[in-house]
């Protein structure tokens, strides 16, 4: 309950304050969500199955999202980063998608 206070509390805020975005990690905070919701569909259906550890969640999340920018990081220093992007990007989804068809067979047992 605490986390979904906090989320709600979260957006409340966000949509009042409206925070900027530096323009230095605007090429970075797209990549950063999706690792995070990697993390956090990897958690839930963690949880579902009954393994879910709160210490192997934090540094999930946490380093799903530093080890995906800085891989974009490097590609854009190489002048590839729309490509390491892209591969970030279709590598996460398809853990997403994994995560999210696991957490469906799990809520609906189908």
């Known amino acids: ?36 919701l990697d993390a956090v569909f990897g958690g839930v259906r963690a949880m579902l199955d009954g393994i879910f550890n ?19 990081f490097l590609g854009d220093q190489l002048g590839v980063g729309s490509q390491l992007s892209t591969g970030v990007v279709v590598v996460l989804g398809i853990r997403i998608f994994s995560n999210a068809a696991a957490i469906r067979r799990h809520v609906f047992r189908a």
């Open 54 to 72: 709160d210490k192997v969640f934090i540094v999930s999340f946490l380093s799903n999202v530093v080890v995906a920018a800085l891989i974009v």
């Open 1 to 36: 309950m605490i986390a979904v206070l906090g989320l709600v509390i979260g957006v409340v805020v966000g949509l009042f304050v409206q925070p900027e975005v530096p323009d230095a990690v605007v090429p970075y905070l797209p990549i950063a969500v999706v690792a995070a």
